[in-house]
């Protein structure tokens, strides 16, 4: 069987590769016009070839046949499973490589932050890709809407959280999804799912542009709890991004007066956050199983200050239980 057929007819016939016995650590598997087929695992470098023979032109045009129509960010779907077909095109349009990036149910994750959800406050994750934010969105709204009985809306843009097709994977449970025709409309439909539908809780990835920023502050000043995954590894990156900045506050410069520089033992012109955070908590996702979480407005004064906040670390130990270290110092940059 040819190795465009394992890769996108069913991800889980890998396992009839001789050879092949790291099915549960697969992350992408890649398809490249002119090379070999290769997956590639969790935590490793480098990968596994899935056949000898190189990928033709020909089998890349069938590969993308049966997966469906592309977006305009160039991602697709395999409709009931929530699995993500990224192309990359020549200069002429035409598709040259396929990633299909496994998407896999897990239950566990939510344990990480099961406490922190009883707050009913908004939370954003921040991590590396392939660390498990949407892995970590996707039970989470299950957990809310079944456990919780919350009424929850995902906005998907790419299909990735609830899975391609109409009807979304069973893997969020009740949540109800909204699906969006382009990434540009994200911040359309995120206020289109508060003004229509009344949720209680929308979940939307990968927040990028200054325009879906504004929507989710729209969203929390309506009172409707938000979980979101951003650009970035550190809350760092966020403070001095300025398209997303306003996620944590916002930085603005201020000017103090003489007697105020010296009782503050500062200089004159200082950062301040502008505003409230539109997320109250931001986790820091290191790894699987090592998370940072922040009380967003205290850890932001204090990096601007040029101090260092106190943290929440939670992590799974050798039973995979999980433990909260209070109090910790943060180890991350400064400002």
């Known amino acids: 069987m040819r190795g465009y057929q394992m890769a996108w007819g069913s991800v889980t016939k890998l396992r009839l590769w001789p050879g092949f016995s790291c099915l549960a650590k697969v992350l992408p598997v890649v398809l490249d016009l002119g090379r070999r087929p290769e997956a590639r695992f969790l935590g490793e470098s480098g990968g596994q070839y899935l056949r000898n023979a190189e990928i033709s032109q020909e089998e890349l045009e069938e590969a993308q046949n049966s997966v469906g129509e592309f977006g305009g960010d160039n991602r697709a779907g395999i409709e009931g499973t929530l699995h993500r077909i990224s192309a990359i095109r020549s200069r002429k ?14 239950t566990g994750h939510v ?8 707050y009913k406050e908004s939370i954003l994750f921040l991590g590396r890709p392939g660390v498990g934010k949407t892995t970590v969105m996707r039970e989470i709204a299950r ?8 009424r929850v809306v995902i906005v998907d843009t790419s299909n990735e959280i609830g899975g391609d097709g109409d009807i979304p994977h069973s893997a969020i449970g009740g949540a109800r999804r909204m699906q969006v025709p382009e990434p540009s409309m994200q911040h359309r439909v995120m206020i289109e799912a ?10 939307v990835d990968e927040i990028g542009t200054e325009a879906e920023a504004l929507a989710c502050r729209s969203i929390a000043e309506r009172g409707v709890m938000l979980i979101g995954t951003a650009h970035g590894e550190r809350l760092g990156n966020i403070i001095k991004n300025p398209t997303l900045a306003d996620l944590v506050g916002g930085v603005e410069t201020v000017t103090l007066g ?11 012109s200082i950062l301040e956050r502008k ?6 908590f931001l986790i820091e996702m290191r790894e699987r199983n ?12 204090m990096l601007l200050h040029g101090k ?8 799974r130990d050798d039973q995979f239980n999980v433990v909260i270290e209070r109090w910790t110092t943060y180890d991350g940059d400064g400002i």
């Open 290 to 301: 090592y998370w940072v979480t922040h009380r967003t407005e205290r850890s932001v004064d």
């Open 143 to 150: 957990v809310l809407a079944d456990e919780l009985h919350k």
């Open 308 to 315: 260092k906040p106190l943290v929440e670390v939670r992590r």
């Open 93 to 106: 349009g035409l598709i040259v490589g396929l990633t299909c990036r496994v998407g896999r149910a897990v």
């Open 194 to 203: 508060v003004e229509n539908h009344m949720p209680q809780v929308v979940i």
């Open 275 to 280: 505003a409230p955070p539109t997320f109250p």
């Open 111 to 118: 344990d990480m932050v099961r406490d922190l959800l009883q």
């Open 258 to 268: 003489d007697d105020e520089a010296r009782a503050r033992r500062s200089q004159k």
